[in-house]
């Protein structure tokens, strides 16, 4: 069942990490509502966004003007500068950073008022969860073409889900259909001990007809090409007795 997101959030919620060095897109976050500024800022993280926050309108225009985001999300409601002002401020400015407006108020003039100053979507509280998502990846999409999670990083090597290219040290790295299908899969377990027979099904397909010996030898494969050292693997990791791990 979908998550509702209200004006508030349970207390167990702890305060968000510091932004990670990751190379996701860099989202602002400005809302003053404590819970669920750090509520959303954890979810949007764990989704691969680096996520910065501001409490104040004042704050938020003045990291939205300072630095580079590829979306901000404004609430209106906001102590001494609305959302309204902040993001007509932001366009006299010259930031055309798009702008995901949140508001509680339901009144079509509301809506309407923010799109003319300049906002580029509008989402009413109470939302579901994965209406914010979906809303927040098509704005960065269609301002960098790219979501979170199509470039992912480990060592020196550099994997393009989107445009299955693989490089490391920058230099492109040739791999097999399967060996991609292999190392995309290790990345959407990685820190998961996965069995043979789990990777066969996943990778090959349950009609398939190789043994787990390939999964072995596929994975011999990506740890040439992929590992400083093959034989001490860093990233993909033998748990003997049970399968394999990726690890980054």
């Given at each position: 069942m979908a998550s509702t997101i209200a004006t508030s959030a349970p207390s167990e919620w702890l305060p968000a990490a510091a932004p990670s060095p990751s190379?996701?897109?860099?989202?602002?976050?400005?809302?003053?509502?404590?819970?669920?500024r750090l509520t959303l800022s954890d979810r949007l993280g764990s989704e691969g966004y680096q996520v910065?926050?501001?409490?104040?309108?004042?704050?938020?225009?003045t990291r939205a003007a300072a630095d580079a985001f590829d979306l901000v999300i404004l609430d209106v409601m906001l102590p001494h500068r609305n959302g309204f002002e902040v993001c007509r401020e932001m366009r006299e400015r010259g930031v055309q950073t798009p702008v995901l407006m949140l508001t509680a108020c339901r009144q079509v003039a509301d809506r309407v008022k923010g799109l003319?100053?300049?906002?580029?979507?509008?989402?009413?509280?109470?939302?579901?969860?994965?209406e914010l998502s979906a809303r927040v990846e098509a704005r960065v999409r269609s301002r960098?073409?790219?979501?979170?999670?199509?470039?992912?990083r480990f060592g020196t090597v550099e994997v393009d889900l989107r445009g299955t290219q693989v490089r490391r040290d920058g230099v492109p790295i040739a791999l097999s259909s399967k060996e991609f299908r292999l190392l995309r899969y290790f990345l959407s377990r990685r820190g998961v001990?996965?069995?043979?027979?789990?990777?066969?099904?996943?990778?090959?397909?349950?009609?398939?007809?190789?043994?787990?010996?390939?999964?072995?030898?596929?994975?011999?494969?990506?740890?040439?090409?992929?590992?400083?050292?093959?034989?001490?693997?860093?990233?993909?990791?033998?748990?003997?007795?049970h399968g394999y791990k990726f690890v980054a």
């Open positions: 190379t996701g897109p860099r989202v602002l976050l400005v809302e003053d509502n404590q819970g669920l910065q926050t501001a409490s104040t309108g004042e704050e938020g225009l003319k100053l300049g906002a580029d979507d509008y989402l009413t509280k109470p939302f579901e969860m994965a960098t073409g790219r979501a979170p999670g199509d470039l992912c001990t996965i069995g043979r027979h789990e990777i066969l099904d996943e990778v090959w397909g349950r009609d398939a007809m190789p043994t787990a010996r390939t999964v072995d030898v596929h994975v011999a494969w990506l740890r040439r090409k992929l590992e400083p050292h093959p034989s001490r693997p860093r990233f993909i990791l033998t748990v003997h007795g």
